[in-house]
């Protein structure tokens, strides 16, 4: 019997390899990045490179020597367009202006939403199909062509509603400064109630029927039912409703654009989307950049914050 010497090795074992994932996990990694690859070429080229050059575009202006005869040229500017943008009163009255509409319109829509999305799901209603198409129909509409029709029904001169007010001995014009807030909100709530009433309805579609079924045995209402039961339940489908519903009204446009046609004392600046477009025909690109991203972060800070908000008080419960 032999024994290997002492110096020696008695056998070569290879060096552990690094924690490499298997050759399939791998190969599974590539095909799922293949697939993902056009998608991500096309976020980037579509929405991040956008948000990087007017982030960009925002921090210079464009400086003219002279008697301004000389073609202008760009220099930087720090953050001198976000100062003159926030120190400017029509502008933060367009800030201001659509907080105000979104804390009254935004309740009120999403409680009417709520509300037929409850009656839809109840046992006792009829014709549901031909409701829920009917909720729906204002959304499936284009928001320009919507707002053309509204533009018309309160028109001074064409309104039926202000000629059923004048024959009342009222005066209402729909389009003075002091209604043209609530004649806004009504333009958006008629067209996306419908849109939420949807995503609603389709949250209380998923709550199993036992719990309402073992409710009712307990003695409970329809009314208790849908306020134990079912509100509780579709609150993230609610939470999801109010994120969009802020974006969409920070980005508030079609309406005051359309709007102006019929009601000339509606300013360029009414919003802050309509302010930074009234830059843009002024050729002050760098200006409406900082507006637009003046706008996004408000627009972020107060969707996040909701967020935040809700989870805060979802803890706490």
């Known amino acids: 019997m032999t024994t290997a010497p002492l110096g020696r090795a008695a056998t070569a074992t290879p060096p552990v390899a690094a924690h490499r994932p298997p050759r399939h996990v791998r190969r599974r990694a590539r095909t799922a990045a293949l697939f993902l690859a056009p998608f991500l070429m096309l976020f980037a080229a579509m929405y991040l490179a956008p948000i990087g050059y007017t982030l960009y575009q925002s921090l210079f202006r464009m400086h003219r ?47 009417l939403a709520l509300g037929l999305a409850l009656l839809l799901d109840a046992r006792s209603t009829l014709f549901r199909r031909f409701f829920r198409l009917s909720f729906f129909l204002p959304y499936a509409l284009p928001g320009v062509v919507g707002a053309i029709m509204w533009s018309y029904l309160v028109a001074p001169g ?139 972060l408000l627009a972020f800070v107060l969707s996040f914050g909701f967020l935040r908000l809700v989870q805060h008080r979802g803890a706490a419960l």
């Open 158 to 296: 064409l309104s039926p509603i202000t000629a059923a007010a004048h024959h009342l001995g009222l005066h209402l014009d729909l389009t003075s400064n002091g209604m043209l807030a609530p004649t806004i909100g009504n333009m958006l709530t008629w067209g996306w109630t419908g849109y939420n009433m949807l995503i609603i309805y389709s949250a209380l579609q998923a709550i199993p029927a036992e719990l309402s079924e073992a409710a009712t045995m307990d003695g409970c209402s329809a009314w208790g039912v849908a306020w134990r039961i079912k509100i509780p339940l579709v609150r993230p489908a609610l939470v999801l409703t109010t994120v969009f519903s802020i974006i969409g009204t920070a980005q508030l446009y079609n309406e005051p654009a359309i709007l102006h046609n019929v009601a000339p004392n509606l300013s360029s600046t009414y919003t802050p989307i309509y302010a930074a477009y009234d830059a843009v025909n002024a050729n002050n690109f760098n200006a409406a950049a900082a507006e637009s991203v003046i706008l996004a």
């Open 65 to 111: 020597d002279g008697l301004g005869l000389s073609a202008p040229t760009q220099v930087f500017a720090g953050l001198a367009n976000y100062t003159t943008a926030l120190g400017d009163p029509a502008f933060r009255g367009s800030l201001l202006r659509v907080l105000l509409i979104g804390v009254v319109q935004v309740p009120v829509m999403l409680g």
